[in-house]
């Protein structure tokens, strides 16, 4: 949710933009919406324009894990880890309106910079990544995916046993923080596992995610302390949610073809 605000600059404000805006080299971004407001005497007079954006609730009551992600963990893990991003960000985009105006998936492209993080990003992407993951699980998820998520996770990895498997390795292998992906790669057409780093999302490669699962310690650690095998078997048996996968693929498969072109005949 993005709630926006429209207000003259009150000077202590004015001066953190100056300052800011002189501290940090920043790339030439699009200005997608650039507002003035005109003054009862006539003239115009610059406004500040900011963004701010909400916590955004799973889709389940913090309880409705139970007892495979505890009510506990989604205490901490969305309300202090996920809150503190959101309201990290909320804080930084305050001091400037060069980013005002972005989808939140536009924010996140464009604080990562081509690789050249804004010092933005780290939040972002956390706020992103975390929204994806809470509807990466459902209660009574688990199990197999069905239909065309299958078909094409037999297609991509040989059978849904291997698919596991290499999921389960990746996320096991993933040294510190970070997150494992499956994600739907555009230009090659297939599914493939990835492992980021921190806050790395993969729609800044332009992957289209599909499922992920969040390796930071905070996700596991009050339910499996540092059982990491054992936290990625859950998720795999009993959290994950091949609904909002299959979802998110029908929704992919707008933009990528996963077959080949079926053209009508008249
Ligand atoms: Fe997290």
Request: charged share 20%; with cysteine; hydrophobic share 35%.
């Amino acid at each position: 949710m993005i709630l926006c605000f429209s207000s003259p600059s009150p000077p202590t404000s004015h001066r953190l933009f100056t300052e800011f805006s002189h501290s940090f080299k920043r790339p030439q971004l699009p200005r997608p919406c650039k507002q003035q407001k005109r003054q009862p005497g006539g003239s115009p007079r610059a406004s500040r324009v900011v963004a701010y954006y909400g916590l955004k609730k799973p889709p389940y009551k913090l309880d409705a894990l139970e007892p495979y992600m505890s009510q506990r963990t989604l205490e901490v893990h969305w309300g202090g880890h996920h809150r503190n991003y959101v309201e990290g960000l909320n804080k930084q985009l305050e001091k400037s309106d060069v980013l005002y105006g972005y989808t939140f998936d536009e924010l996140v492209k464009a604080t990562y910079n081509n690789g050249n993080p804004l010092p933005e990003f780290n939040n972002a992407a956390q706020v992103w990544n975390h929204d994806f993951f809470w509807e990466s699980m459902q209660p009574g998820g688990g199990d197999m995916p069905q239909l065309g998520v299958l078909q094409q996770i037999e297609k991509d990895f040989g059978s849904f046993s291997n698919f596991r498997e290499k999921f389960t390795e990746a996320a096991l292998t993933l040294f510190g923080s970070g997150w494992v992906w499956l994600v739907l790669k555009r230009e090659e057409r297939r599914l493939q596992i990835i492992k980021t780093s921190n806050a790395i999302c993969p729609i800044v490669w332009d992957d289209i995610p599909i499922i992920s699962l969040d390796l930071w310690e905070h996700a596991y650690y009050l339910d499996f302390k540092n059982d990491r095998g054992k936290y990625v078997d859950t998720f795999m048996n009993h959290l994950v949610s091949w609904n909002a996968a299959m979802a998110r693929m029908a929704r992919a498969e707008a933009f990528v073809n996963l077959n080949e072109p079926n053209i009508p005949v008249a």
